[in-house]
């Protein structure tokens, strides 16, 4: 597998990192009160997970659920590439949250790549590794080539009417409802489209814009879907939104939805 440098990722590299990744495990401490992940009743986290997807698509796509004492199950093969689950693990954000909610979907070029880090944060997570150790680790892997970009242009659909992590204005962590889809644009900035955008004024997002997640290769063109299309979305999805505001409090959109 070619990495950043243009080499390839050798064995010894990668004894190396497994042996590091087994050492930084062995020593890592038990997690702190709050921070362990609570699992989902499944059928709500199907859900939410399928919602993440348009309609058209849910009935194809393949669906994992979360363990969180050893990551991502396989809960639904699906006959389409794609593919949906909740992320509860941010590895970007260093930390060991357990309120992060991001129901997403990825196609078949993202399946092979992006979809792949997310399972992993959660497995490493799973296993012990966290905050700065699981930034660190798969940055690295990123670093060295262990992670590719997709090959070919490619959509995350990201169309839930419940969302709980980082967000405008101020990219504290909220519930909002916010669908929209991603495309993939490594290495793409904004300067290079031509985009201002403000987080302080929502309407301003209604423009695409590129949010880069981590690092350069983790970089999409978001498209926010409108406000008619945002309050379909919450009429349609209404279960849904409710059975979340019961289950968990911090789940419950605040008036305005965002």
Known sequence: MPNSNGGRYTAPRAAAAATLVALALATAPAFAAGTVIEAMPADLEFRLALSAAPPALRDDATVFL????????????????????????VWEMADDRDDIYIPLCYDAAGRRTYLTVIMDAAELRAR????????????????????????????????????????????????????????????????DIGAKPDLADHANLKF???????????????????????????????????????????????????
């Not at 979360?66 to 992320?87: E, K, M």
């Open 208 to 258: 695409p814009f590129i949010d880069r997640q981590g690092n350069a290769e983790q970089s999409y063109v978001i498209q926010m879907l409108g406000a008619a299309e945002t309050t379909a979305i919450l009429t349609d999805e209404k279960q849904l939104v409710d059975d979340l505001c019961a289950y968990r409090a911090l789940l419950c959109l605040p008036p305005g939805g965002h």
């Open 66 to 89: 979360l363990d969180p004492g050893t990551g991502f199950r396989l809960a639904r093969q699906g006959s389409s590439g794609v593919a949906c689950l909740v992320q509860r693990t």
């Open 128 to 191: 012990g590794l966290g905050g700065e150790a699981l930034k660190a680790e798969i940055a690295g892997r990123w670093a060295d080539g262990t992670y590719t970009v997709p090959g070919k242009t490619g959509v995350s659909y990201m169309v839930a009417p419940v969302f709980r992590t980082v967000g405008p204005p101020d990219m504290a962590v909220r519930t909002m409802a916010m669908p929209h889809v991603m495309i993939y644009a490594p290495s793409v900035t904004n300067a």
